[in-house]
């Protein structure tokens, strides 16, 4: 079991970075809420379009991603793979230049546009679909753990 933990924390690692960047953009879009002072109402409704367009970027866009890195982290925890191949397979891949371009696009354009609405629907869209995309990444990983735990005893 001991030797299965550093495995299962480098398998963390796309998760990590997920998340942080999912945060990050949460953080852009709850200030233009609050800068800006959108009204109960209004945010209530940016809220669920945001929500509608996370969930369709998650089904068609990041969905994909999380299966291929889930298939990554089951060869990482059977010892198919080094960390070190596994770090090279998750970071230099289509999946996370998808992922990282969507938030840098994201931030780009949250700079750009004079409409706060807008930024706030692309920031916050994102961070959803991020969101997503990591406690399924999570719930998965857990899976493969209590599933390849047998082979670390």
Known sequence: MISMIPRFSIACIPLAVWLFSGAKLLVKSLYLALHYQFSLVLSAELFAIAWILASI??????????????????????????????????????????????????SLLHRSTTIPLLSFLMCSSVSYALFKTSLAHWKSLKELKSKYSVYYY
């Not at 089951?74 to 938030?103: C, D, E, G, H, N």
């Open 57 to 106: 970027k998650h089904r068609f866009i990041l969905s994909k991603s999380m299966l291929k890195q889930h298939e990554l982290d089951a060869q990482l925890l059977i010892k198919k793979i080094s960390p070190w191949t596994f770090i090279k397979r998750s970071f230099l891949s289509k999946r996370m230049f998808v992922i990282i371009s969507m938030s840098v696009i994201s």
